[in-house]
């Protein structure tokens, strides 16, 4: 039994053990792919400054998100296709966050529907929505989640038009994966994988077939996006979204200060910094190091998440101690279902937690809410002088 001992541990053991069209798609960012190495290489620049001599007795890292207690300021990001990553795989992220005591986000595209992911799990959960043309399936949608008791609504405000991602296209990207030779061949030597998803019959794009009409192909992400998410998503859009939702709203994907002041004014719950894991805007700025700029902008008038290479419980102290009110992670729990199911993405997220707790001691710090800029060496010029 391999001894896990950092993310990058599981990631080995999940491109071992994951059909190659599901790996590359998580593992991607879009075009030359600069924005989504720069996410994780932009946390190297910042350096954590010890303390010594500082009782480090009694330390906690449970915290609140969106008014919610979290056993550490970490949520699940939403992604798409997790069923793919291993059989039931949004049931089992949910799970093991419901367990560990931190936030899990559903996303539209999942493979398990939202009703599936209620009927395994006891704590409310929160909703990513993409916005579709069909207005009928939408409300649905909405409808859906709120009967599900779904406890926020995750608004994804970057993904109207999909970024290009090489790998999908010459990968054929489907759900199920079509059998081609090159898909065939691949499966053979994931026998773990193809085993668990023939006992399951959760094997395409659960929120959506069923529920929507006039769907030509849908299990081509692509072709799918195209056709049915909104261009014309825009304020008023969102305003009527949050009519009929009632409920706590995040809008994801702010990487701009004019944009996160607008959701300020909006009045949305909170925000999250994000680029989308690199997979948009290829060109953009990491999200870390957007970060301190929006929250100068926003200042406490909404909570403000980031999410994008994080892969560290170091990783969550840098962005906790800038201001950030929590993290998403979105391919680290990944890593952890590819490689060990529900126990994996309980591993990753003990791996975070232990190096987040070891890191806030080394620092001198025994409360999680007592992180802040002084913890942190900051480069003088980390957010850029640009023109
Ligand atoms: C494979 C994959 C699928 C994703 N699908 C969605 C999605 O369906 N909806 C969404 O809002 N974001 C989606 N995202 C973006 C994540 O929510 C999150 O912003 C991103 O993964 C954060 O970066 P990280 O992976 O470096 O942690 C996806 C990301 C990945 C890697």
């Given at each position: 039994?391999?001894?896990?001992?950092?993310?990058?541990?599981l990631k080995?053991l999940y491109?071992?053990r994951?059909?190659?069209?599901?790996?590359?798609?998580?593992?991607?960012?879009?075009?030359?792919?600069?924005?989504?190495?720069?996410?994780?290489?932009?946390?190297?620049?910042?350096?954590?400054?010890?303390?010594?001599?500082?009782?480090?007795?009694?330390?906690?890292?449970?915290?609140?998100?969106?008014?919610?207690?979290?056993?550490?300021?970490?949520?699940?990001?939403?992604?798409?296709?997790?069923?793919?990553?291993?059989?039931?795989?949004?049931?089992?992220?949910?799970?093991?966050?419901?367990?560990?005591?931190?936030?899990?986000?559903?996303?539209?595209?999942?493979?398990?529907?939202?009703?599936?992911?209620?009927?395994?799990?006891?704590?409310?959960?929160?909703?990513?929505?993409?916005?579709?043309?069909?207005?009928?399936?939408?409300?649905?949608?909405?409808?859906?989640?709120?009967?599900?008791?779904?406890?926020?609504?995750?608004?994804?405000?970057?993904?109207?038009?999909?970024?290009?991602?090489?790998?999908?296209?010459?990968?054929?990207?489907?759900?199920?994966?079509?059998?081609?030779?090159?898909?065939?061949?691949?499966?053979?030597?994931?026998?773990?994988?193809?085993?668990?998803?023939?006992?399951?019959?959760?094997?395409?794009?659960?929120?959506?077939?069923?529920?929507?009409?006039?769907?030509?192909?849908?299990?081509?992400?692509?072709?799918?996006?195209?056709?049915?998410?909104?261009?014309?998503?825009?304020?008023?859009?969102?305003?009527?979204?949050?009519?009929?939702?009632?409920?706590?709203?995040?809008?994801?994907?702010?990487?701009?200060?004019?944009?996160?002041?607008?959701?300020?004014?909006?009045?949305?719950?909170?925000?999250?910094?994000?680029?989308?894991?690199?997979?948009?805007?290829?060109?953009?700025?990491?999200?870390?190091?957007?970060?301190?700029?929006?929250?100068?902008?926003?200042?406490?008038?909404?909570?403000?998440?980031?999410?994008?290479?994080?892969?560290?419980?170091?990783?969550?102290?840098?962005?906790?101690?800038?201001?950030?009110?929590?993290?998403?992670?979105?391919?680290?729990?990944?890593y952890g279902l590819g490689a060990m199911?529900?126990?994996g993405?309980?591993?990753?997220?003990?791996?975070?937690?232990?190096?987040?707790?070891?890191?806030?001691?080394?620092?001198?710090?025994?409360?999680?809410?007592?992180?802040?800029?002084?913890?942190?060496?900051?480069?003088?010029?980390?957010?850029?002088?640009?023109?």
């Amino acid at each position: 039994m391999t001894v896990i001992t950092s993310i990058d541990d599981l990631k080995r053991l999940y491109k071992r053990r994951t059909p190659k069209m599901f790996y590359d798609y998580a593992e991607s960012g879009s075009w030359t792919e600069q924005t989504f190495r720069e996410n994780s290489s932009d946390f190297a620049d910042i350096r954590l400054r010890q303390k010594v001599a500082v009782n480090m007795e009694g330390r906690t890292t449970a915290s609140e998100m969106l008014g919610q207690p979290v056993a550490m300021p970490v949520a699940l990001a939403p992604v798409g296709l997790t069923g793919m990553q291993r059989a039931d795989g949004e049931i089992k992220a949910a799970r093991a966050a419901e367990t560990f005591g931190v936030p899990f986000t559903l996303s539209t595209m999942s493979i398990c529907s939202i009703e599936d992911v209620a009927a395994h799990t006891v704590k409310p959960f929160w909703f990513q929505l993409y916005v579709m043309r069909d207005t009928e399936f939408l409300e649905g949608l909405i409808e859906r989640a709120k009967r599900a008791n779904c406890s926020a609504l995750v608004i994804t405000l970057d993904l109207q038009i999909l970024g290009q991602r090489h790998r999908d296209l010459k990968n054929g990207l489907s759900a199920p994966p079509k059998m081609t030779p090159a898909n065939i061949l691949n499966l053979a030597t994931k026998v773990q994988w193809g085993m668990e998803m023939l006992q399951t019959k959760r094997r395409t794009f659960g929120n959506i077939v069923g529920h929507a009409k006039n769907v030509s192909d849908v299990s081509s992400l692509s072709s799918w996006t195209a056709e049915q998410f909104d261009p014309k998503l825009d304020w008023e859009k969102i305003q009527r979204i949050r009519d009929l939702w009632g409920g706590k709203i995040i809008l994801k994907g702010v990487l701009d200060e004019e944009d996160a002041k607008r959701a300020a004014d909006f009045g949305a719950d909170g925000i999250i910094v994000s680029n989308h894991g690199g997979r948009q805007l290829d060109g953009a700025l990491s999200s870390i190091r957007r970060l301190p700029p929006i929250l100068r902008a926003v200042g406490d008038r909404t909570e403000v998440y980031m999410d994008g290479g994080v892969r560290s419980g170091q990783d969550v102290l840098k962005a906790v101690a800038l201001g950030a009110k929590g993290v998403f992670i979105g391919r680290a729990f990944v890593y952890g279902l590819g490689a060990m199911g529900e126990q994996g993405v309980k591993t990753a997220l003990d791996v975070i937690h232990r190096e987040l707790d070891v890191s806030m001691a080394l620092c001198g710090e025994r409360d999680v809410k007592n992180l802040g800029r002084h913890n942190l060496y900051v480069p003088a010029n980390f957010e850029g002088e640009w023109a």
